[in-house]
């Protein structure tokens, strides 16, 4: 439904970095989420909820307490507060904190742009935002859990790449030892004292941006607040109810942002206007009735 155009550019921008195999696999779950609500065509929220399966997974039927809720709302508030308010961090697209059969308790998805080159900035603000949901944690709840560990994961992989890849760490140097997917020697290429520099350098820039991604959240703890009360009242918010209640990203935004905020704001628009135009018939419609003189309701 809508233009072919449209859709795809739509579509496109949504999944960078996807083969013709998972464009594929999409416009197939989004045919059969149609199919479900006995839709004659396929709308553009049906590929958004297929690219939401494909990549989230399907949803779970585990049940959590309140208190799990609580922890897991607020943990997924404090990734898109700060991926919101980091300049070089995806925009959130939507975050919901219902379980997914891949085993996590919220998901996250982000508008991601394709970037070749990212300097250390842009790679620390993807880390603070990586960060940002155990960090949360702390502040509202004086405490961490497990939840984070897939977070802490990319972390680490994000910091190394860093120091041992991309020559970015003043005491290492400018100098690269990529790890050899082929290599089973177990042997590495630089000294110990080298290796030991490395582990230094990555706990100190990992305590560093954890520091400052605590003090971001205890600075927005306000708007954290607001995002994780509304994650427990609907379960699953969007980019229009994150800017309707904390207002537009102070930045910038890349073209493939843009376009979607644009777009967003046309489909909003236009259902406005429809809407007033579905109402302004109905008065009519009784303006009509009782020229007739008749009366709603009253039947003599």
Known sequence: ????????????GLTPGFAGADIANICNEAAIVAARRKAESVTMDDFEKAIDRIIGGLESNKIMSDEEKSIVAHHEAGHAVAGWFLEHADPLLKVTIIPRSSGALGYAQYLPKEVFLRTQDQIMDIVMMALAGRAAEEVFFGRVTTGASDDL????????????????????????????????????PYSDATAEAMDEEARNI??????????????????????????????????????????????????????????RKADKEEANEAEKSDEDATEEKKEEDRGNGLEPGLAL
């Open 153 to 188: 994961k990319r972390v680490t992989q994000l910091v190394y790449s860093t120091i041992q890849v991309y020559g970015m760490n003043s005491r290492v140097g400018q100098l690269a030892f990529p790890k050899d997917p082929n290599d089973f020697t177990g042997e590495k």
């Open 1 to 12: 439904d809508g233009d072919p155009e449209d859709v795809a550019g739509r579509l496109a």
């Open 206 to 263: 990992v305590e560093n941006a954890y520091n400052k991604t605590v003090e971001l959240i205890r600075e927005k703890k306000h708007e954290v607040e607001t995002i994780a009360q509304l994650l427990l009242e609907k379960e699953t918010i969007t980019h229009d109810m994150v800017m309707d209640a904390i207002g537009e990203r102070p930045f910038k935004g890349h073209k493939v942002y843009d376009e979607f905020v644009s777009q």
